[in-house]
């Protein structure tokens, strides 16, 4: 079962993601990034590979794809915030 992050180890965790295009999405506490991809398929084939560490860890997306973006937002529905699994999941995402 995850947990919310302290105020400490979430200025930590976020920090890093904020630098790397991550955002606060307005009056949620949730953490969302678009990806742009050269076309469809380099779009929704970066959705299947994030998709298994998603299925992986248990810890599921909300987003949407249109063409060759791919809008992400991360919170962990099991305790209304962000959790280590949110930071773990977009770091995957940004590395893949
Ligand atoms: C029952 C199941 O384990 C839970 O609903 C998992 C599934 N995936 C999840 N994904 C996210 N983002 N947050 C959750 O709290 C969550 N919980």
């Known amino acids: 079962m995850s947990e919310l992050l302290s105020d400490a180890a979430r200025d930590a965790v976020l920090e890093p993601l904020f630098a790397n295009g ?11 990034k678009t ?5 469809f398929v380099e779009a ?5 590979k994030a998709a298994m ?15 060759n973006r791919v809008e992400v937002v991360l919170t962990t529905h099991d ?3 962000i ?14």
Do not use: C, Q
């Open 44 to 48: 929704f084939g970066w959705m299947a």
């Open 53 to 67: 560490w998603a299925e992986k860890w248990n810890h599921h997306p909300e987003w949407s794809n249109v063409y």
């Open 83 to 96: 959790s280590a699994l949110d930071a773990k999941l977009a770091r995957k995402m940004d590395g893949l």
């Open 35 to 39: 990806y742009t991809f050269a076309n």
């Open 22 to 32: 991550w955002a606060m999405v307005e009056g949620r506490d949730a953490i969302s």
């Open 79 to 81: 305790v209304g915030g």
